[in-house]
């Protein structure tokens, strides 16, 4: 009995010392869990357009740019100057993970701090556990940008929550959530809407509360609210004015209409025919348009796509689209990873929380706030994506945890172990291909690959066109690799957001390239990186010259250049 009390004693000093230092206790916890990540899994990005961004800003086009098309013009301000300063550091993956860090320390400190007791360690391990594995090693900027916003609301409500302002916690609130509209103000505001459960809880809070410190609390809220809202309203307006020139206002009117086809969808061609056809649009044009190879600037304009999205039936909300949506939803939340998290924390709060008048409406309100979110993604046609659904399942996880009051003890340490061990195995299902040793064979292609953009780039007597699935930057750099200045001044993509943009055509013009597909005839200075050849010829023959064919000029790795000559 004695060795069980001083085993229990030095567990609970060991706890009252991180409840007493939470800032320390979050610091600490965090370190330790970004090193065990980094020493377990290989970070990836979890898609190809964090390297389009990067390309834009870090000067592997050989100019630092700060228009980030989906990113703040601040952001990419700030990112362009370090990159000008240092051009070998990865500032934008250093920058980001700054950012998850200062995020995931500022929930663990709120967490500690406002339940105040052991068990809340636990719950803060747990959570950065799970989300922390999806923001550091599946790394991805629209995921970044919901995990700093919702970290800084969560901060923002923790130091208005007493009727004496948390000053430090205040302006640090301000600071993430800032930083997270920088990187994605669409996924800032879907958070705002999730995490708004907590503002739900403060509200009826003041209700509750006396009349003269209702007021007090009230004032502040309001003037808090209003000093964010003009912040967030500044970094629009800079961002706005900073694509105010020609060439950003044609490259937006294109990229709205290229995304409006390319992510919510084409007309159907056969329903269609006789309208694609009076665009120029045969079946090759459309097979090359469907596979992302849509940089015709003669065939596939501003004024074509328009032309598309109008043959698009408008969507109604009537009875056969709730019918659809609810087929749908709630049951296909189980395929998120993250909502396990959330699910089970959410369950613990049923079971052990404190249900009082203030909490239960909350709950119930957060319950209906995912559904209103999801089905707004439903109706734009683009949902369950995890870097979008990460970001808000922890919102709504944040939710759920500030209900936590230091009245309960929700569970011992042992079964704290075996809650994060549970949703570890059931969320990180997936972790298992991240492993270092998994990834080997991954990263000496990687590095096969960058011995092949090189050699592109020792050629800068001709311009490289390449079709989307074959060479790219994505392919050849990780998450901490530094992208070798000027890498991609010789190359360009024949399709995808960030190749229309100026940075991007500059490559174009310096080879006084117009029209790839046309320029690409007979040209000395022009070759094409391609794995389907043959549909490119078949491309090129109907509609600007039918004696056109492939020469191959040479092979590149596994990749075959060509020249096209008219016969």
């Known amino acids: 009995m004695e060795v069980i009390n001083i085993t229990q004693k030095k567990k609970l000093n060991i706890g009252k010392k991180a409840i007493d230092h939470p800032f320390c206790f979050a610091i600490a916890a965090n370190l330790l869990l970004l090193l065990l990540l980094l020493l377990i899994f290989r970070p990836i990005f979890e898609t190809n357009d964090d390297i389009g961004l990067m390309n834009l800003v870090n000067g592997a086009k050989k100019v630092y740019d700060p228009h980030m098309v989906y990113s703040n013009y601040v952001w990419g301000l700030i990112l362009s100057v370090c990159y000008r300063i240092c051009q070998w550091m990865p500032w934008y993956t250093l920058g980001e993970y700054a950012l998850l860090f200062l995020a995931f320390t500022a929930i663990v400190y709120v967490i500690v701090c406002r339940a105040g007791n052991i068990s809340s360690l636990w719950i803060g391990i747990l959570t950065i556990s799970v989300f922390g594995y ?20 969560f901060l923002l409500f923790y130091a208005l929550e007493e009727e004496k302002i948390r000053w430090k916690e205040l302006v640090c609130g301000y600071g993430l959530a800032a930083f997270g509209f920088m990187i994605r103000s669409d996924q800032f505001l879907a958070e705002a809407a999730v995490i708004s459960g907590i ?116 969507k109604q909300i009537n009875q056969d689209f709730f019918q659809r949506f609810f087929e749908r939803f709630p049951f296909r939340f189980t395929t998120i990873p993250s909502f396990w998290s959330f699910l089970i924390l959410f369950f613990c709060t049923l079971c052990w929380g404190k249900h009082t008048k203030k909490e239960v409406p909350a709950l119930i309100y957060e319950i209906f706030v995912i559904m209103v979110v999801y089905f707004l993604l439903f109706y734009r046609g683009r949902y369950l994506y995890n870097r979008v659904d990460v970001g808000l399942w922890l919102a709504a996880s944040l939710v759920v945890l500030w209900t936590m009051t230091g009245e309960n003890e929700w569970f011992s340490s042992r079964s704290g172990l075996l809650l994060v061990a549970a949703v570890l195995c059931v969320s990180q299902n997936t972790g298992r291909r991240n492993w270092k040793a998994n990834t080997e064979d991954k990263y000496s292609e990687m590095q096969e690959e960058k011995a092949l953009l090189e050699e592109i780039h020792s050629d800068q007597e001709h311009l490289y066109l390449f079709k989307v699935g074959t060479i790219s930057l994505t392919k050849a750099y990780g998450v901490f690799d530094s992208i070798p ?83």
């Open 134 to 153: 999806e923001g550091y090693v599946k790394f991805q900027y629209t995921k970044t940008a919901g995990i700093v916003s919702a970290a800084g609301f």
């Open 485 to 567: 200045y000027g890498i991609g001044e010789n190359m360009y993509p024949l399709g995808g957001w960030s190749a229309k943009t100026p940075v991007y055509s500059a490559a174009l013009d310096q080879y006084q390239v117009k029209n790839p597909f046309r320029d690409l005839i007979n040209s000395e200075k022009v070759y094409i990186i391609d794995n389907k050849i043959d549909d490119t010829v078949e491309y090129i023959q109907k509609h600007y010259d039918e004696n056109a064919q492939a020469i191959m000029v040479s092979e590149i790795g596994s990749y075959k250049v060509y020249s096209i000559q008219s016969k």
């Open 199 to 314: 503002c739900v809880m403060l509200l009826l809070q003041l209700f509750f509360s006396e009349s003269a410190v209702r007021k007090r609390l009230f004032c502040h809220d309001i003037v808090a609210a209003a000093v964010l809202f003009l912040f967030i309203g500044g970094l629009y307006v800079i961002d706005q004015r900073a694509y105010a020139s020609q060439e950003w206002q044609e490259y937006k009117e294109y990229n709205e209409a290229r995304t409006e086809l390319f992510d919510y969808g084409f007309p159907g061609y056969s329903s269609n025919k006789e309208v694609y056809e009076s665009l120029g649009i045969d079946q090759a044009a459309y097979r090359m348009i469907k596979g992302w190879n849509h940089m015709d600037s003669e065939l596939f304009t501003v004024e074509t796509m328009k032309q598309l999205i109008a043959l698009k039936k408008p």
